[in-house]
Every structure is written in C-alpha cells, then in structure tokens.
C-alpha cells in the first residue's frame, strides 16, 4: 500500500491524548453522604496520576478511532506497477547553439558544450534530435532523419563530432531568424517510414520509436546578449505546442568596451581636422577607464597615438583623435575584459601627390590677381601634397586626369577646343569652377561658358551695382557650404561685393547655390556626367570684393577640392557577412587579412567576408584594399531579459529530465489509482463507527450506579 499525502500520517500522534486522559483523573470515585458541610474547611480535590488504566476497551476504541482518521487523510492506494522511462512519450528537440562572435569572449564556447552535454546525457530511446547552429544565419548540423536511426549512444558521440568541428564565427546574431527556423524544423518535421524500415522496426528499438509522441521542444544555447537582433519575431506566429528552453551561458567578466570610427558629419567647422571615434561601454561592466590607439599591422601601437578616455558603465563618448598614419590599419581599444571586439579596422588614405590648375592670366598686382590668393589656401594635409599650377586657357592640349587634377580654376575666357577638353574632364568625374572675374572680356567669356556648358541660351551681362552687394539665400544643406553651416560660422554679411555679373538663361537642370541680395545668381552648379561645374558671378579679388580677405574662402576653396574626394570611411563601411564587389574572373586575387592569397575564378570561392580585417582585392590593373569590421551589435554584451521574447509571443517553458518526468507521471498515475480506489472512504467509515461505539460504551460505563441498601441496627 502507498500513500499519497503521507505527511498526514503525523496526525495519528494524537493517539497519545486518550491515554493522557486515563491516566488523569480529576474527581474522586466514591460519595459518602453527609448531612452538612458548613463546619469544615473547602479543600479542592487534587489531580492525582494513576499507575493503572481502568477501562482498556475504550482507551483502544478511541486510539483506533484517531488512528482511521490520521490514515484516512493520507489518501492510501494500492499500486499496482510503477513507471519507468520505457513508458514516457518520446521527445522531439531541436537543439540550436550561438556561433555568433559574442561567443568568443573568454568560456563561453566551453560552457555551452558542457550545457549540450546535459542534454545528451539525459536521451532516451526514441528521441529525435536535431542540431543547429547559429549566428546571422541559421543552418541545421543534425537532421531528424538522420538522428532517429541512432540509439542514445550514437547521437551522443555524433553530436560531440560535431561540436568538435564547430567554432564561433565573426559574424552577428540573428536570434529572431534562428529562432524561427527552429521553430519551422521542430513542428513541420514528418519521419517517412520506408518499406525498408518498417520491416526491421522490429529489430531495431530507434527505427521502432522514430516518430516522436511527445510535445515538440526547442533548446537554445546562447549568451541572450542584448544586440541579438529579434525583430524578425513580430511577423512570426509562434507554435502554440511549442516551447522554448534557454540554457544561458555568461562570464564573470563582464567589462566590454568598443571603439568605432563615426562617419564626418556634413556641417563639421572646417577648421576641425582629425577624426571622431565613439567608445561604448556596457551596461554591466565594472571599469571605466580605457585607452585606444592606432596600430600597425603588426598590432603594435604606433607611437605617439595613445589617448586616455573615461567612459561610464552603459555610456557612450565621442572624441577627436589624430588622423591616422599611412602605415595605420586599426583603432584599437585596451583595458577591458574581453578582446574579440577591440580593434576597428582602417585603410588609411596613402599620401597622393595632386594638383590645382589654373587656367587664366596672372596679375602683377595682389589687388587684382585671383591666383595669389588661390596659391594660399593651404590645401595640403598629411594624406596628401597639393600643387598648383597655372597657365593660359589655350595651353591646355588634353584633358586632365580627375584623379590626378581634383579641381580646374579658369578665370579668363578659353578656346571651344580648349572648352571641349574641359567639357570631357568634367564629364570624367572633374570638378571645374569657372570665375567671372571682370567686366572687359564680358562677350568671349559668355561664348565659352556657352561651349563649355552646352547651354546656347546662357548669357552673361554686367550688373548694376550702386555701392555693394551682398550674399543671400545661401545653401548650407549642399556640401559645398555644409561645412559653414553652425551658427557661428554661417554669417556672410560681412562680405561685401563691389561688382558681379548677372546670369540669365540658367536652366532649369541647374542648381543656385547662393544668390546676391539683388536676387541675381552668385553661384550656380551644372552636374555633367560624372563631375560637377560651378560658376562664380564675381570675383574675389579685393578689387572686386572682400571675399579673398575674409575667413569664408579657405572653407569655401577646401571645399570645391573635396566635394567628391574619398574619405578616411569610405572603405571601413564593410562588415562580416557582406558580398565582394570584384566580380570574379580567372585574374581576380583576394588576399586575406592572415595574408593568404585566394584565386577568385567563381563566386564560390568567397562568398562573403567571413572575419574582420585587411582584405585586398586585385584584377589586372584594378587594386583596392578593403577593411572589413565586425557587426556594431555585437558588442552589445549585456544580457538581454527572457521577456523580450515573450513580447513577441514565444512560450518560454523548461525542458524536464527524465527524473523529474518520470516523477511527475508517477504523482499523475498515483493521483488516478487513489482517485478510482477511494480507501480513504472506508477508513473514514470504519472512524466515525468506532466514535459511535466509543460514544454509547462510554455512556454506558459512566452511568449512575445504584446505592447499596442501608442496614438499620437491630
């Protein structure tokens, strides 16, 4: 017999109290009459303990009496057999593992095989597994076709196979889409029994218990960092059978700073040079004290570049820092627990020799030599030595080569050949700014703007000007004037004109940059092909105007000569998981960041940039080198609550052990036996018989005896 609350059974220690009260008695047996009391003194009978029980029926009437009730509250059944694991359903799970980089911090890959190991240690027979790894994308290792022809055993030893062959990868996490693919793979699966095995079911217990009665269950292996991304989840209806279990690993160690390289913004002050790096620290770190620097390839610091930074747990902070050196390839950040996330990758800009032409006259006199002023705007940087060089419009007998010549200054009127080989630079990707600079050569200058621009209605006139004129309505959204766009760099007021030419017959096509207050066009853009013409209705010569003599011409020159030019970013934009844009040809050579060399025939060869680092690409004359980063949200380390996922619908539920399954089927199949049996009625029947009996014989026995008759004296 067994018992189902048998805690109950601790009732039955009130057998004690009937006892108790035989052996108590608290009046005396006898009576003896007597005729008055008012001469003696009141004494209280005393409670006197007795050695010997009077009346055993009773006391065992009601000893028994408890002891039926104490057992009929235990809920006692008979079992017939007990559960083993041979009659719990078989299970179907879908054991998913993160492979993402956020795994590579220091034991995390360890201890998610130790957490798959625990669930392959509690496998039954007629289990179906699947494995499946995951980082920006999902891809299933073990199969359920494959799985559900193996006994326990096997699908251990096969799935530690493959666990061995398995490392983190550099790529991100998608845990929306991986939780969605295992979703599919858990409740879609459907075995197909071939007349193969299902003769040799019979002989083969895996074969025979390959389709899974038991609920579907998904086990999730991962680091729940907070820039996994699930947004994927909200257009996704979850199973309602389905159930998922997150087995967590974390690190004692939990400090993980970043330091990235941020875009220039477009309205930064000109006269801000140097580069903006943004360093993050997670919510969950207990340091704040770092230091980033530039290194070499080689991954030693380059000397000189070491800046200390203060950043808050949880926090962010932009800085400046120096441009890179031109042996430069990463940012890299020290003083924090986890490395994988350190080092953000550059291709530092090689220093390029370039020019400024000029093609115009050059005046004796400053006050009224345009180039004077434009020999002085210092445009040579540390990536770069800038040239300018000058001569007369008609000496020019080929065009220049944009990437050579990034900007073309004519201020005086040029041949229809020399107009035509402009016109073919600009289209090259040239960048041309043509100056109106005087009022004596008003009819060849409007011929060749009229060649150079292709425009037949274009005309150019002279002014009227009483005393000055100023800017107006100016453009500080275009990249010209973006860089002038603060407040407290956008007042042009201060710069007075004393003459201008008027535009007419503009087309529609073209863009004002900027106007004078006399409504007339200051400077308009033509896009042509691939490069850009600008044309200035006046001059900046200070016979002309104040323009050369006032802070806005540097910014302004610097910005005609790098409005298309490439910057620091512009090959940092790629990250783990893209594409190459080299298409592939039996030339084509990717070298890797190791420094190995890859034949790039077919796109097979390298699908996508799988680790960060210096890539260089190469076919024929075509060389670019590359630098490829990790995903932002990966270092993203703090943990990211379990109900983010519940927000989306999941059913979060654990998954059991055979044990604690097995324990539970047993209480369900104990609670039907004591349910259908019902002994607890008749103990209690048999109770409230014996209270009866007790009741009646213990009338019986304390009723009044009759007196023994007086006998009177003879």
Not at 8 to 34: D, N, Q, S, T
Not at 303 to 325: C, F, L, T
Not at 489 to 496: E, H, L
Request: charged letters at 20%; aromatic letters at 6%; glycine letters at 4%.
């Amino acid at each position: 017999m067994s018992l189902l609350a048998p805690l109950y059974f601790a009732g039955a220690l009130a057998i004690g109290l009937p006892i108790l009260f035989h052996m108590v008695r608290r009046r005396p047996r006898g009576e003896v009459k007597f005729s008055s009391l008012m001469f003696l003194r009141p004494t209280p009978p005393k409670l006197t303990r007795r050695s010997r029980l009077d009346n055993w029926l009773l006391l065992l009437i009601r000893a028994l009496a408890l002891l039926l009730l104490a057992a009929a509250f235990t809920r006692p059944f008979l079992r017939s057999s007990t559960k083993s694991d041979a009659d719990l359903p078989s299970r179907r799970m879908v054991i998913a593992v993160d492979t993402s980089a956020s795994m590579r911090r220091d034991g995390l890959w360890e201890q998610a095989q130790v957490k798959i190991e625990e669930v392959l240690s509690d496998l039954r027979p007629g289990d179906e597994i699947a494995l499946v790894a995951f980082d920006d994308t999902p891809r299933t290792l073990l199969r359920f076709d494959r799985s559900n022809r193996l006994s326990p055993p096997q699908v251990r030893t096969s799935v530690k196979s493959l666990l061995a062959d398995l490392q983190p990868s550099w790529a991100a996490t998608d845990l929306g889409r991986a939780l969605g693919f295992a979703a599919d793979l858990a409740v879609t699966y459907e075995p197909q029994v071939s007349p193969e095995s299902s003769s040799t079911s019979q002989d083969s217990p895996a074969v025979a218990a390959s389709s899974a009665s038991g609920p579907a269950q998904l086990i999730f292996v991962t680091d729940m960092q907070t820039g996994s991304k699930i947004e994927s989840l909200q257009g996704y209806a979850w199973p309602k059978q389905l159930s998922l279990d997150i087995r967590q690993v974390s690190t004692d160690r939990k400090t993980n700073a970043v330091a990235q390289l941020l875009p220039p913004r477009k309205n930064a002050p000109a006269e801000k040079t140097g580069v903006r790096v943004r360093v993050s620290n997670s919510a969950d770190a207990d340091q704040s004290a770092f230091l980033i620097s530039w290194t070499d390839r080689d991954g030693q610091r380059i000397e000189g570049s070491e800046m200390p930074i203060q950043v808050p747990p949880g926090e962010s902070r932009v800085m400046r820092m120096q441009s890179p050196a031109p042996d430069a390839t990463a940012l890299t950040l020290h003083g924090d627990d986890q490395d994988f996330d350190n080092s953000w990758y550059v291709v530092s800009p090689q220093p390029e020799s370039l020019q400024l032409l000029h093609l115009g006259d050059d005046a004796a006199d400053p006050r009224s030599s345009l180039l004077y002023y434009l020999q002085r705007v210092p445009l040579s940087t540390r990536q770069r030595s800038v040239a300018t060089q000058t001569m007369p419009p008609d000496d020019l007998t080929q065009a220049p080569d944009p990437n050579l010549v990034p900007l073309v200054v004519v201020t005086a009127p040029c041949s229809p050949d020399t107009a035509a080989l402009l016109h073919e630079y600009i289209t090259a990707g040239g960048r041309l700014l043509c100056v109106l600079a005087g009022d004596r050569e008003i009819p060849t200058a409007m011929a060749s703007l009229q060649s150079l621009t292709r425009v037949d209605d274009l005309r150019v006139t002279e002014a009227a000007v009483d005393d000055y004129v100023m800017l107006s309505r100016i453009d500080f959204r275009h990249p010209i004037f973006a860089a002038m766009s603060d407040p407290q760099f956008n007042d042009f007021t201060k710069i007075r004109f004393w003459s201008h030419r008027t535009l007419s017959g503009i087309p529609g096509s073209w863009d004002v940059l900027a106007r004078f207050d006399d409504e007339d066009p200051a400077l308009v853009e033509q896009t042509i092909g691939m490069g850009q013409l600008w044309v200035l209705a006046a001059g900046w010569q200070p016979e002309a105007s104040q323009l050369a003599l006032s802070t806005k011409f540097i910014p302004l020159i610097f910005s005609l000569f790098e409005s298309n030019a490439r910057s620091l970013q512009d090959s940092n934009q790629l990250a783990v998981g893209d594409k190459p844009s080299l298409e592939p040809s039996p030339t084509a050579r990717i070298t890797l960041p190791d420094g190995a060399e890859l034949a790039y025939r077919e796109a097979a060869d390298l699908q996508t940039f799988a680790w960060p680092g210096i890539y260089a690409v190469a076919d024929d004359d075509l060389s670019q080198t590359l630098a490829v980063n990790l995903d932002n949200a990966e270092s993203q380390t703090a943990t990211m609550g379990a109900d983010a996922l519940e927000r989306f619908g999941v059913r979060l539920g654990a998954t059991l052990s055979t044990a604690d399954e097995l324990s539970n089927q047993r209480q369900l199949h104990d609670r039907e036996l004591e349910s259908r049996q019902r002994l607890w009625q008749w103990l209690l029947v048999a109770a409230l018989a014996l209270l009866g009996l007790e009741t009646f014989l213990g009338g019986w026995l304390s009723r009044p005896r009759p007196a023994a008759p007086e006998v009177s004296p003879s």
